[in-house]
Structure formats: structure tokens, C-alpha cells
């Protein structure tokens, strides 16, 4: 537990004169980073009311009958089965606030400055959604593969390996099933090179299938910005007063680029959210559970919780480079 040291001699000054408090939008954060990748996501959550697990359908082969014929030809009669499905299994996720009577009973009446169970349900909050953004992030094998699917087993730098959704991507018949990777090296170099080829890989000259969001870490946003300063311009804001040199937010091929903290370093993502579902138990998606006290404790406990998985459709809509530098 963090805490300041103050030592205090209870004279004239301190046993006539209380300190000023300072209340101005609650206690300020000095922890948390931007959230990006599951901001982005809560928007276009996918609420279901239950299930055993989370069935995607996909269609994965075309249909071999189709071909020229002339008069009395046979037609071609052989089945086909171009569907099949993929399986996605729910995860849970829970925070606790937790706190004494004595705290309860203290933080009280005038002597309470702020609610410190409203603050520590606060930052619970706070601290379970960066700690799912992690998840959304990663590979999904943390904690015995308890955690969520992250981005980093959807789009994989090896995406030839590894089953997910229980189809198997290394198997050649599977390919359908993997992701676009490459690497990149200097992007001052190859950078905007590699971003043009990457985008047409995972477009695939399907109207639906261009990126419509870009994640990238801290340092590969700015190396994109460095790459775009002499396109930058001066312009003039309304009453002359000020100059905007930079971007209020960067895009490419008309889709924004995003930073996030937790993104793997020195990554560049291409996502289509037409194919990448964070699906949700409309019943349990930080659902507060009832404050209650342990029978052989003064306390009191609340947990959030959480059921749902990160899911997708179409792993070839998405793209990663990796191994950028400057």
C-alpha cells in the first residue's frame, strides 16, 4: 500500500486551522493508461441472452458444380458442403470492492470527504477494464487459457500454427481460417511500402473487407506521424488567435489509427470490426452483484462481473507487421 509520509507538530496553526480539500472531480488517476483497443470494442459489443458456448457460422469452401455446359450435357450433381462453423467458448471475469466497518462507519457523516466505497468501486472498475484490455491484447492461454481471446492468437505473426474457434490453421485445407503477417524492419524505409501491400492483402478486393481500424503501439504511432510531418500545414482557427501544426488524429486509407499501451511493441494491426465480434451475456457484462457481509466478519463485499468472449468471422480480413524499427 502506497502512503505518504507527513510529520506534523499540532501547534497555534494546526489545532485552529483544518486542511483544504481538495474535491474538484473526485480523486484524480494517476495510473491508468488509455484504453484503447477495449473502448473501441464496448461500443460495438454483442449482447446474447445464454448458450453453451458461442457458434460462428462461416462459409469456407465455393461450390465446385458451377461450370459451362452445351445441350443434353450432364449437370454436374455432386454435393457440396460449403458451410461449416466455429466454436468459441465463454470466459468469466470479476472484480471486488471490498470494505472493514470500521472504514465504513469512520468515512461517515461530516467527517467523510469523499465515499470511499463509491471511490473503490471506481477504481475497480478502472482496474478490471485495463486488466481486460490486457486480455483483449494477448493470447488467451493466460491463467490456464481462463483468460479472454486476445488479438494476438486472432491475428497471429505465425498464423500456419495454432487452433482457434476449433479449426486447426495448419492444416492447408484451413487456410481460409488464417491471417496476413509480415515484417517490416525500418519503417522510415519500408514503412508506408508495406502498409500499401498489407492493405490490399487483407482488402482482398472485397468491398466489405477493408480495414476499418489500425492499432499500433506508442512508438510505431509515432514513427507513422514522423513519416507524414511535410504533409503537415499551418491553419488558420477561427479568430486568428491560434496555429494547429499536427494531427488531431491520423488515418489511413480512411480508416483511424490507434494507439494502445498494451499493444504488442512494435506491431501495426489491420482490423475489420465487420468480422471481429466481443459477444457478451446481456445478463452479465459488468453486472454488480448485491453488497453483502461475511457471517463471521464486520466487512462487506461486492464483486462486477462478466461473461463473454472475443470472437471473429473472418481471420483474412486481418493484418499484422511486426518487427518494425525506426
Given at each position: 500500500m502506497?502512503t505518504t509520509?507527513?510529520?506534523?507538530?499540532?501547534?497555534?496553526?494546526?489545532?485552529?486551522?483544518?486542511?483544504?480539500?481538495w474535491?474538484s472531480?473526485?480523486i484524480?488517476?494517476?495510473?491508468?493508461?488509455?484504453?484503447?483497443l477495449f473502448?473501441?470494442?464496448d461500443k460495438?459489443?454483442?449482447?446474447v441472452d445464454?448458450?453453451?458456448?458461442?457458434q460462428?457460422?462461416?462459409m469456407?469452401?465455393?461450390?465446385?458444380?458451377a461450370?459451362?455446359?452445351?445441350?443434353?450435357d450432364?449437370?454436374?450433381?455432386?454435393p457440396s458442403?460449403?458451410?461449416?462453423?466455429?466454436?468459441?467458448d465463454?470466459?468469466?471475469?470479476?472484480v471486488?470492492i471490498?470494505i472493514s466497518g470500521?472504514?465504513?462507519?469512520a468515512n461517515?457523516g461530516a467527517?467523510q470527504?469523499?465515499?470511499?466505497?463509491?471511490?473503490?468501486?471506481?477504481?475497480a472498475?478502472?482496474?478490471?477494464?485495463?486488466r481486460?484490455n490486457d486480455?483483449?491484447?494477448?493470447?488467451?492461454?493466460?491463467?490456464?487459457?481462463k483468460?479472454f481471446l486476445?488479438?494476438?492468437?486472432?491475428?497471429?505473426?505465425?498464423?500456419?500454427?495454432?487452433t482457434?474457434?476449433?479449426?486447426?490453421?495448419?492444416t492447408?485445407?484451413?487456410?481460409?481460417?488464417?491471417?496476413k503477417?509480415?515484417?517490416?524492419g525500418?519503417?522510415?524505409?519500408?514503412g508506408?511500402?508495406?502498409?500499401?501491400?498489407?492493405?490490399?492483402?487483407?482488402?482482398e478486393?472485397?468491398?466489405?473487407?477493408?480495414p476499418?481500424?489500425?492499432?499500433v503501439?506508442?512508438?510505431t504511432y509515432t514513427?507513422?506521424?514522423?513519416?507524414?510531418?511535410?504533409?503537415?500545414?499551418?491553419?488558420?482557427?477561427?479568430?486568428?488567435?491560434?496555429?494547429?501544426?499536427?494531427?488531431?488524429?491520423?488515418?489511413?486509407?480512411?480508416?483511424?489509427?490507434e494507439f494502445?499501451?498494451?499493444?504488442?511493441?512494435?506491431?501495426?494491426y489491420?482490423?475489420?470490426?465487420n468480422f471481429?465480434?466481443?459477444?457478451?451475456?446481456?445478463?452479465?457484462?459488468w453486472?454488480?452483484t448485491?453488497?453483502e457481509?461475511p457471517?463471521?466478519?464486520?466487512?462487506y463485499a461486492?464483486h462486477?462481473?462478466?461473461?463473454g468472449?472475443?470472437?471473429f468471422?473472418?481471420?483474412?480480413?486481418?493484418?499484422?507487421l511486426s518487427?518494425?524499427?525506426d
Open positions: 502506497a509520509s507527513l510529520s506534523l507538530n499540532y501547534g497555534d496553526m494546526l489545532s485552529t486551522t483544518l486542511f483544504k480539500w474535491k472531480g473526485g484524480p488517476d494517476q495510473i491508468f493508461k488509455g484504453l484503447t473502448k473501441y470494442l460495438r459489443v454483442e449482447k445464454g448458450g453453451d458456448r458461442i460462428i457460422p462461416i469456407w469452401q465455393e461450390n465446385p458444380t461450370g459451362s455446359y452445351r445441350h443434353f450432364l449437370l454436374n450433381m455432386t458442403e460449403p458451410f461449416t462453423s466455429a466454436f468459441f465463454f470466459k468469466q471475469f470479476a471486488g471490498f470500521l472504514e465504513m462507519l461517515n467527517s470527504v469523499f465515499n470511499l466505497w463509491k471511490q473503490r468501486y471506481n477504481s472498475v478502472l482496474s478490471a477494464q485495463k481486460l486480455h483483449l491484447w494477448s493470447d488467451g492461454t493466460g491463467n490456464n487459457s483468460d486476445g488479438i494476438q492468437a486472432i491475428v497471429s505473426t505465425t498464423p500456419t500454427t495454432g482457434i474457434g476449433g479449426i486447426n490453421r495448419a492447408a485445407s484451413n487456410a481460409f481460417w488464417r491471417n503477417a509480415d515484417t517490416v525500418s519503417f522510415e524505409s519500408n508506408i511500402k508495406k502498409l500499401r501491400e498489407m492493405w490490399v492483402d487483407v482488402s478486393n472485397v468491398p466489405a473487407g477493408k476499418t481500424v489500425h492499432f503501439d506508442p512508438d514513427r507513422y506521424e514522423n513519416t507524414l510531418q511535410p504533409l503537415e500545414r499551418f491553419t488558420q482557427v477561427t479568430g486568428g488567435q491560434k496555429g494547429d501544426a499536427g494531427f488531431g488524429s491520423l488515418t489511413w486509407k480512411q480508416a483511424p489509427v494502445d499501451n498494451a499493444c504488442p511493441a512494435n506491431s501495426w489491420m482490423l475489420n470490426t471481429l465480434h466481443f459477444v457478451v451475456h446481456k445478463d452479465c457484462y453486472k454488480p448485491e453488497r457481509r457471517v463471521d466478519q464486520h466487512a461486492q462486477i462481473l462478466l461473461m468472449e472475443l470472437c468471422s473472418a481471420a483474412r480480413f486481418f493484418g499484422v518487427s518494425i524499427t
